[in-house]
Nanobody
Framework: QVQLVESGGGLVQPGGSLRLSCEAS????????MGWFRQAPGKEREFVAA????????FYADSVKDRFTISRDSAKNAVYLQMNSLKPEDTAVYYC?????????????????WGQGTQVTVSS
């Protein structure tokens, strides 16, 4: 059974940092692209960042570029999202997802597996 488990969410003040982790189990995710998405209350799920499993390519939403960094550790079957300079508008549930195609995609429909999500709240 494939599982993606996110962790690292929480409450942080504006300008602060958090590091989200996503651990994958149940299969080897070689050649899978991995992504982070988020969903705020009353809004659609939106793309945040993605990375090829080799780590050679990354892509970010404009809203998080230069503040967030996606990385992976293939030996641990894990993906991370370092979030710096957090803003109140970054508040959302953050989801990790796995895409069996080797290509990075911003579209939720391309992703085959999803985690349960972790809440990030940015507030003073």
């Amino acid at each position: 059974q494939v599982q993606l488990v996110e962790s690292g969410g929480g409450l942080v003040q504006p300008g602060g940092s958090l590091r989200l982790s996503c651990e994958a189990s149940g299969r080897t995710f070689s050649n899978y692209a991995m992504g982070w998405f988020r969903q705020a209350p009353g809004k659609e799920r939106e793309f945040v960042a993605a990375i090829t499993w080799s780590g050679g390519r990354t892509f970010y939403a404009d809203s998080v570029k230069d503040r967030f960094t996606i990385s992976r550790d293939s030996a641990k079957n894990a993906v991370y999202l370092q979030m710096n300079s957090l803003k109140p508008e970054d508040t959302a549930v953050y989801y990790c997802a796995a895409n069996s195609r080797s290509l990075i995609s911003i579209m939720t429909a391309w992703y085959d597996y999803w985690g349960q999500g972790t809440q990030v709240t940015v507030s003073s």
